[in-house]
């Protein structure tokens, strides 16, 4: 059994003995890790140490080992743009997306998105989803904590320039996929913008293309917010050869 893999928000250094902090010592009590039990700590930046588990009282401390510098991340960047969907879909997307590797997220609340957050409610939700992210860097591997942005309208995001190769899915698109990327040669990094439920409108689909997005169709079939943006982020991956 592979050791349980933690991240810890302050910077871990190899070869220290470092006192984890209640929230992460609590989590190994609650796994029921005893005295010497390996673990891996990792602080977001890249990379990971090794260490083992030692109590002392209440406190909770780790032996660390040496650096290790395996890397979990794609070979090319994929940022998300996400039209905010309603209910609890964004916790599966948030899930799926740092499964499947894509470096930054950025929810876009859409003409169309049934959910508006602002306030404490968007406090209580950007929250809950770092939390999300957090927690499956630890299960799948990533040494890299996810980018997230706040929510934002379709122009802001679009307003930073940047290299990205910049598709919108649009269903009625007659590009495809597959040519847009073997038009635009190789890339380093592809955005893939994604409607809520109802899609985008023909103003967004407008914004994106002035912006540079090409309009692309994934298949024959209309796909839900929640499945449209991880299929497509496994389409680019494997298609790039990432």
Known sequence: MS?????????????????????????????????GDPVILFDGRGGEIPGSVRFEGKSVWVNLGGQSDRDAELLGRVTLLQGLPGGDKMDWIVEKAVELGVSQLQPVTARRSITQLSGQRLEKRMQHWQRIIIAASEQCGRNRLMRLDAPTTLARALAPAGADLRLICDPAAPL????????AGKPAGVALLIGPEGGWDD?????AQRAGAKAVRYGPRVLRTETAGLALVSAVTALQGW
């Open 3 to 35: 050791a349980p893999r933690f991240y810890c928000p302050q910077p871990v250094q190899p070869g220290t003995t470092l006192e984890l902090p209640d929230a992460l010592a609590h989590h190994v009590r609650v796994l029921r890790l005893a005295e």
């Open 176 to 183: 495809a996929l597959s040519a847009a990327l073997s038009q």
């Open 203 to 207: 103003e967004e689909i407008a914004t």
